[in-house]
């Protein structure tokens, strides 16, 4: 495990995600995980798994869309060049829903482990807040 506190962008990343955010509407916002995951790998210079996976449409979002789009076999391949940034990014299980997982997990033997999980992005005294959208969106 290695815990990064501040990834300071190179130019490149940060001309690049400018350029997807105000050109192509690809994100939310200029600024986000997405640059810094991009820098990280390529300061290591190493693959980096991510764990974004399939996501009902209704509630997709911008980036799932066009990724959804570009992605081959986990790979980003695109002719832009400002998607060169994610080029050591796999995308593993993006085709995967959460009831997917859940049944690989099951059909493995490690289900369980799964049910001593949480996901939340405003935990309050360590536990789950049960109102943010990871809360909600749980399937277990």
Same mark, same amino acid.
């Given at each position: 495990?290695?815990?990064?506190?501040?990834?300071?962008?190179?130019?490149?990343? #940060?001309?690049?995600? =400018? +350029?997807?955010?105000?050109? !192509? %509407?690809? &994100?939310?916002?200029?600024?986000?995980?997405?640059?810094?995951?991009?820098?990280?790998?390529?300061?290591?210079?190493?693959?980096?798994?991510?764990?974004?996976?399939?996501?009902?449409?209704?509630?997709?979002?911008?980036?799932?869309?066009?990724?959804?789009?570009?992605?081959? #076999?986990?790979?980003? =391949? +695109?002719?832009?060049?400002? !998607? %060169?940034? &994610?080029?050591?990014?796999?995308?593993?299980?993006?085709?995967?829903?959460?009831?997917?997982?859940?049944?690989?997990?099951?059909?493995?033997?490690?289900?369980?482990?799964?049910?001593?999980?949480?996901?939340?992005?405003?935990?309050?005294?360590?536990?789950?807040?049960?109102?943010?959208?990871?809360? =909600?969106?749980?399937?277990?």
């Amino acid at each position: 495990l290695i815990n990064f506190e501040n990834v300071p962008l190179s130019n490149t990343v #940060n001309n690049s995600m =400018k +350029s997807l955010y105000y050109n !192509y %509407d690809v &994100f939310t916002r200029p600024f986000n995980q997405y640059g810094s995951l991009a820098q990280v790998s390529l300061n290591l210079g190493d693959p980096v798994d991510l764990g974004y996976h399939w996501e009902d449409s209704n509630n997709s979002t911008k980036l799932y869309k066009t990724l959804h789009k570009i992605v081959n #076999n986990g790979k980003i =391949k +695109s002719p832009m060049k400002e !998607y %060169d940034i &994610f080029k050591n990014l796999r995308f593993s299980i993006i085709n995967f829903s959460k009831e997917d997982m859940l049944q690989y997990a099951n059909d493995h033997n490690f289900g369980n482990i799964l049910h001593n999980t949480w996901s939340c992005w405003y935990p309050k005294d360590g536990k789950p807040c049960g109102k943010c959208a990871m809360c =909600k969106e749980r399937i277990i």
